[in-house]
Nanobody
């Protein structure tokens, strides 16, 4: 059974950092593109970042987080990370990791992701 389990969310002051983790079981990150999404109350789900090892490796970031967030994987541990620095109140959302057979791009629709984690809450206060 494929499962994605997220952790690392919490409450952080603006300007601070968090590292989110997503531990996978039942599959290998080698076989999927991995994306991070977020959804704030009253807003559409937003693709934040993705990573794929295909075609030499690819990462992508939404403009809203570019330069502040970094996605990475530890394939031996089947874990994907999202390092979030310089956090802003507008980063407050539930963050989800997900796996897709598609290539890595934040333009890939969320409905093309086959597996999802349960989400972890990130709250940034000023």
């Amino acid at each position: 059974e494929v499962q994605l389990v997220e952790s690392g969310g919490g409450l952080v002051q603006a300007g601070g950092s968090l590292r989110l983790s997503c531990a996978a079981s039942g599959f290998s990150f080698d076989d999927y593109g991995i994306g991070w999404f977020r959804q704030a109350p009253g807003k559409e789900r937003e693709a934040v970042s993705c990573i794929s090892e295909g075609d030499g490796g690819t990462t992508d970031y939404a403009d809203s987080v570019k330069g502040r967030f970094t996605i990475s994987t530890d394939n031996a541990k089947n874990t994907v990370y999202l390092q979030m620095d310089s956090l802003k109140p507008e980063d407050t959302a539930i963050y989800y990791c997900a796996a897709t057979y598609y290539f890595c791009s934040v333009t890939v629709p969320s409905n093309e992701y086959s597996y999802w984690g349960q989400g972890t809450q990130v709250t940034v206060f000023s």
